[in-house]
């Protein structure tokens, strides 16, 4: 018997080791192919401030004009202190996106065994959206490390009595809405935990961990009690979304994102009209409408074991409940906001519940079989996650290609580059934030420059450039580089 259970602890751990590293090299091959918009220019601005003693009370603006928390730009100064680069910082990101999802199977294996530890952590690993957002420099993906760990952090709440890691869940929560002020909807399934496990939780790690977390947030508060708390009004009125909507609209957006973010859904938001297409694109879509099929199936399953074990629930039970509260939790936070409102990013919190979900609901449908319910459950991943990779690896060759999209995703930071090393050569300056960022470090070109290169994105725009300079071409960028300018 001990000698089974080696072997499968050996089989398990082998397996876990192959998806993180599968996990690394979807996230960590071509950087170069990132995205790379203002907002990373403005925030590796703002980290150079920070080290030379510029001391920040809030951090970037969102789009309804309401600064964030600071610490996304303070963990960039890190970044930054480490090593200077947008490169090295995009691979931050990615690399705590492996580690979210190796302290996931962690997490899981202990409390619902391997089979469904490896299911969770392979969809994490190779879901499209779960990779886009592992290699982007942007304050929410640095989310799913929190998340797991508040995860953690509330299992241990519900089944350890008066545990001091009670403390972790006030502090976890506030570095979350400090990463994205979405993770508020974390309140719902935290209240719930803590008033159920009233009687047993330790409620002075409890109060001290609320301490510390304030303490975190003190910085941004004292600037909104400053400012009229303007930044929680904008908040608000960003979060009720931008036009009407019946009641009810937000949640029906939050749970359509949801399952995009498990899926391949979704994915001309990113690529605008054109997109690869071929088999690996169809496969990617269909393995999609499989995992939301099992999310559901784990919802529901879920539901009815809570359900039959009534007023006197088991360990596994009062897990499923957990899990349920968490997801839910996230869509009701939205009921009174439209459908624009909500934004992709916002359901980011969902991981890695949404992903454990769906992999009980496989576990469980193989469970009725009864026998060799394990090869079955891992035979459907490994088919649903070669369907992934295939997606992604097609969409990154895609990419490469065409050197971005004409959707969200934009120009490719390696062309911005390309732009911004031939701008600084000729002592030039780009009227582009992001790419005089890469140029010269500034965010503005200098007032009263009149040496600027002009461009245009090829795939929103194929008119051809007014220029009457130099002509170049980076990937889709056709640039206008003035008469005279020449190599230093």
């Not at 996304?72 to 691979?91: E, K, N, P, Q, S």
């Not at 959707?407 to 390696?414: E, K, M, R, S, T």
């Amino acid at each position: 018997m001990r000698s089974m259970r080696s072997r499968r602890l050996s089989w398990g751990s082998a397996g876990a080791t192959a998806v993180v590293v599968l996990a690394a090299w979807l996230r960590l091959r071509h950087l170069g192919l990132a995205e790379y918009y203002n907002d990373q220019a403005v925030a590796l601005r703002i980290a150079h401030d920070i080290l030379h003693g510029d001391i920040r009370t809030v951090g970037l603006a969102s789009s309804s004009g309401a600064s964030n928390p600071p610490l996304y730009v303070y963990i960039v100064a890190v970044v930054v202190w480490v090593r200077d680069g947008v490169l090295f910082a995009t691979a931050s990101v990615a690399v705590l996106s492996v580690v979210a999802i190796a302290l996931a199977y962690v997490v899981v294996r202990r409390r619902f065994g391997g089979t469904v530890a490896l299911i969770t952590t392979a969809l994490f690993a190779t879901a499209p959206w779960a990779v886009l957002y592992g290699r982007h420099l942007w304050q929410q993906d640095y989310l799913p490390l929190v998340t797991v760990a508040l995860l953690w952090s509330l299992f241990a709440v519900l089944e350890r009595d008066r545990t001091r890691v009670a403390l972790l869940v006030p502090v976890l929560f506030v570095i979350a809405i400090q990463l994205n002020l979405s993770a508020v909807a974390l309140i719902l399934p935290i209240g719930a935990l803590i008033a159920y496990r009233a009687r047993h939780v330790d409620w002075r790690a409890v109060i001290a961990g609320a301490a510390v977390g304030v303490a975190l947030l003190s910085p941004w508060l004292a600037h909104n009690a400053k400012h009229g708390f303007r930044d929680f009004g904008l908040i608000v009125n960003d979060g009720r979304g931008h036009h009407g909507g019946a009641m009810g609209t937000g949640t029906i957006e939050a749970v359509r994102l949801t399952f995009h973010l498990v899926s391949a859904g979704g994915w001309s938001f990113l690529t605008g009209a054109q997109h690869p297409g071929g088999a690996p694109w169809t496969l990617g879509r269909t393995a999609g409408y499989v995992v939301v099929a099992l999310l559901v199936l784990g919802m529901v399953t879920s539901f009815v074991r809570v359900v039959r074990d009534g007023r006197h629930p088991g360990i596994d039970a009062e897990r499923r409940a957990l899990l349920l509260v968490w997801l839910v939790g996230i869509w009701l936070s939205y009921i009174v906001s439209s459908r624009s409102g909500v934004g992709p990013h916002y359901l980011i919190v969902s991981y890695p519940v949404s992903f454990l979900l769906a992999a009980l609901g496989l576990d469980d449908a193989a469970a009725l079989l009864l026998r060799r319910s394990a090869v079955i459950s891992l035979a459907v991943t490994a088919a649903v996650a070669a369907a992934f990779v295939a997606f992604t690896l097609s969409f990154q060759a895609f990419v490469r290609h065409h050197g971005g999209t004409a959707g969200a995703y934009g120009i490719v930071y390696a062309d911005r580059a390309a732009l911004a090393a031939a701008a600084r050569a000729r002592d030039l300056h780009v009227g582009d934030t992001s790419t005089e960022y890469l140029a010269w470090g500034h965010l503005a070109v200098p007032t009263g420059t009149t040496r600027i290169v002009t461009f245009r994105d090829r795939l929103i725009d194929t008119s051809p450039l007014p220029c009457s300079g130099q002509r170049r071409s980076f990937g889709p960028i056709e640039a206008c580089f003035p008469h005279g300018a020449v190599m230093r």
